[in-house]
């Protein structure tokens, strides 16, 4: 075994040793995205609905969502915890936490470059939660013509089937598996296609260190659930696409999208990225 092939085994190794403990923060530097392949299947564009100006300070009506803090709508809503206070006088002091389905009056202050309103995906279909229960993924995808049911893969451990390796990611990266499955099968056509691409970088973040479809699903995970909690958090309020373009979610927007979103615009820009997270995309 040469000193290259060594240190691919002793990198990989490390990889997978690293997955059975916390998710890793991994920096997305893409080594180039220029000529992105585009995502199957091909639609129709739809242009995205956006929202209007508002004059500072100008309520407007939300409706809580599961895991909304006041910190975190603050930020999402450019105003302060202490003026949705005064709007909301309902709310206890000693509350930051918001019930889901509270209805609420915030003062939102414009800002230039918010994204679209369109929601991709519920939270609930975001996370392996309680909906995942007795989804059983290996008979799911065996089911399926696609090429993914006779896929193997050598990590750490041994031989894993293609099953297998989405069980692994979502189960260590808290993601659901039938959006690793979805991703897989928009990105590479893994459930649909029997023929087996070029699975190196299947999911189109281009890093030699993340070959291989368990790697490209390691990134993808971890990245979207940067975007999640960084969104739930209020610490994510724009992002920055490969064009440099600026893009701020919209303030209405749920975590699940805005961590797709994010994911997608560290890959891709205008116009395949506003297909990609419109109605005619992964949706």
């Known amino acids: ?150 896929y193997s893969e050598q990590l750490g451990d041994g031989p894993h089937s293609g099953a297998e390796i989405v069980q692994i990611v979502a189960l260590n990266f808290s993601v659901s598996p039938r959006l690793l499955l979805a991703l897989l099968e928009y990105f590479a056509q893994a459930l649909s296609n029997p023929a087996t691409p070029d699975v190196s970088y299947v999911l189109g973040y281009k890093d030699p260190f993340h070959k291989g479809l368990y790697l490209q699903l390691v990134w993808i995970a971890n990245t979207l659930n940067n975007g999640y909690y960084g969104w739930r958090r209020g610490a994510l309020t724009e992002f920055e696409h490969p064009d440099s373009r600026i893009e701020r979610p919209d303030p209405w927007q749920n975590a699940a999208t805005v961590g797709l979103q994010f994911t997608f615009s560290l890959l891709y820009s205008s116009p395949l990225f506003d297909q990609m997270i419109g109605p005619g995309g992964l949706a």
């Open 1 to 150: 075994m040469n000193r290259m092939r060594r240190f691919s085994l002793f990198l990989g190794l490390m990889v997978v040793l690293a997955a059975c403990g916390s998710p890793q923060i991994i920096s997305p530097t893409p080594v180039s995205t220029s000529n992105p392949v585009f995502p199957t299947p091909a639609a129709v564009f739809t242009p995205l609905p956006t929202r209007p100006p508002y004059e500072p300070g100008q309520l407007v009506d939300y409706i809580a969502q599961t895991g909304d803090t006041l910190p975190a709508l603050a930020a999402h809503f450019n105003t302060t915890e202490a003026e949705i206070r005064t709007a909301n006088p309902i709310i206890p002091q000693n509350a930051s936490s918001m019930p889901p389905g509270m209805p609420m009056k915030i003062p939102i202050y414009y800002k230039a470059l918010w994204g679209t309103p369109y929601q991709i995906i519920p939270d609930s279909l975001f996370v392996n939660g309680p909906v995942q229960i007795g989804f059983d993924i290996d008979a799911f995808v065996n089911a399926q013509p696609g090429w993914l049911k006779n």
